[in-house]
């Protein structure tokens, strides 16, 4: 199926202001030749890195009934789904029935779940999501992209090391996600971020580690963009995912080198930018977007 051939359920949330996201999902998405339809789990003025936000939370019947419109009118024919952030226990729940019912309804679609929960050891969701995720949505996983917290989350597994995060992605391709990325994870040095993704090829656990320079700036994003760029590559190239890897990291270190050099260009000497002028800078590295030139590579792990 070619790209122009693929339509996208993306269920996570939204903001009026700036890219997170669905908005920092789908225009990628449809620059790389996927239709898109948006539903939209929360709907806030901007992020919550800002100092005031404002907006609405979609509850679980609004969601059915979204969903419902869909199927009557037989909208509800997509190759891929991907999921984001979903702030409720019984929203999640209804994004478990949908997901079966799509999976049902086409067994070919794609299932890409980012179990997003929150980061550096704090969770930003209510700790009744957990086993929802761990317990239902995990086995329905074709592309499952936690971070480090949330594989540690998953699995019990504490990541110290190498071995510390393929050994939780074991527990997680076990569980039944086809398969496992983990976007990014502490185990680099201070100069490089470390990501690594694994699958099973005739039963033998193969894995993929990923090295990207850090950049002196932190953004908000980043994660849904990552997704959302594996859910494209990962279609283009179905049985390389060392490309697909390569290809994803080239054009988001693109992504934020551009935004870093638009901030700076806007901020004083030694003077920090702010959450605003850190917004991923994504309309303007659309030819990154579409055809990112290599500068990391992906490469295999002897297991």
């Keep these: 199926m070619a790209s122009s051939e693929c339509r996208v359920l993306s269920i996570q949330s939204h903001v009026v202001s700036g890219y997170v996201g669905n908005k920092s999902a789908v225009f990628p998405l449809q620059v790389l030749g996927f239709e898109v339809d948006a539903i939209n789990s929360v709907q806030f003025s901007n992020h919550t890195w800002y100092k005031h936000v404002k907006g609405q939370i979609l509850n679980s019947q609004e969601l059915r009934d979204l969903f419902e ?9 997509y190759s891929h789904v991907l999921t984001g952030y979903i702030g409720s226990e019984s929203f999640l729940y209804e994004v478990v029935e949908i997901v079966k019912e799509l999976q049902k309804n086409k067994p070919d679609i794609i299932y890409v779940c980012d179990p997003v929960m929150g980061d550096n050891g704090k969770m930003y969701v209510p700790k009744e999501l957990l086993p929802i995720y761990r317990d239902q949505l995990i086995g329905l996983a074709d592309i499952l992209t936690p971070n480090q917290y949330e594989a540690e989350l998953l699995t019990g597994v504490t990541i110290r090391t190498e071995a510390d ?7 997680l391709l076990n569980k039944g996600a086809k398969r496992v990325i983990l976007s990014s994870t502490d185990i680099g040095d201070a100069e490089n971020l470390v990501a690594l993704a694994s699958y099973r090829n005739d039963g033998k656990m193969e894995a993929i580690r990923l090295e990207m320079p850090l950049l002196p700036a932190t953004f908000v994003g980043t994660g849904d963009l990552f997704t959302a ?6 279609h283009r190239h179905p049985n390389d995912l060392e490309l697909a890897l390569t290809k994803v990291a080239s054009s988001m270190q693109h992504i934020l080198k551009r935004t870093i ?8 000497d030694g003077v920090k930018p702010t959450v605003g ?10 030819a990154e977007i579409q055809h990112p030139e290599t500068v ?8």
């Design 229 to 234: 760029l594996i859910l494209a590559w990962s």
């Design 261 to 268: 050099k638009w901030a700076q260009e806007r901020t004083p």
């Design 277 to 286: 002028q850190l917004e991923l800078k994504l309309i303007q590295s659309i």
């Design 296 to 303: 990391v590579t992906a490469t295999r792990l002897q297991l």
């Design 69 to 77: 419109g869909l199927k009557l009118n037989n909208l509800h024919q």
């Design 165 to 171: 995060a393929l050994e939780a992605m074991r527990v």
